[in-house]
């Protein structure tokens, strides 16, 4: 019903910018969260940040340092990441919630040199 595609990951030096997008497809219209996700190796999927129609929320890891945002069709969403250091390393999935199901990306891999 809905289909994720996340794109924009890489590989950069610490200190460096990448930004990613995620491009939703499908039933989208009743989207009304997205979020971003992401898993490093031995540790657990956390959040992000997330996006509703009035309001942002972040990780305290990534606060002042990333920020999501939504195209203005809403099938658009993402995440500018600056600063980047090591232990943002991880594989960065998009998220979306439509009601009654929840849909996964497969994934963009974001790797910071150290």
């Known amino acids: 019903q809905v289909q994720l595609v996340e794109s924009g990951g890489g590989l950069v030096q610490a200190g460096e910018s990448l930004k990613l997008s995620c491009a939703a497809s499908?039933?989208?219209?009743?989207?009304?969260?997205m979020a971003w996700y992401r898993q490093a190796p031995g540790k657990q999927r956390e959040l992000v940040a997330d996006?509703?129609?009035?309001?942002?929320n972040y990780a305290d890891s990534v606060k002042g340092r990333f920020t999501i945002s939504r195209g203005n069709a809403k099938n658009t969403v993402y995440l500018q990441m600056n600063s980047l250091q090591p232990e943002d390393t991880a594989v960065y999935y998009c998220?979306?919630?439509?009601?009654?199901?929840?849909?996964w990306g497969q994934g963009t891999q974001v790797t910071v040199s150290s």
């Open positions: 998220n979306a919630d439509r009601w009654p199901s929840n849909y």
């Open positions: 996006i509703t129609s009035g309001s942002t």
């Open positions: 499908g039933s989208i219209d009743n989207i009304n969260f």
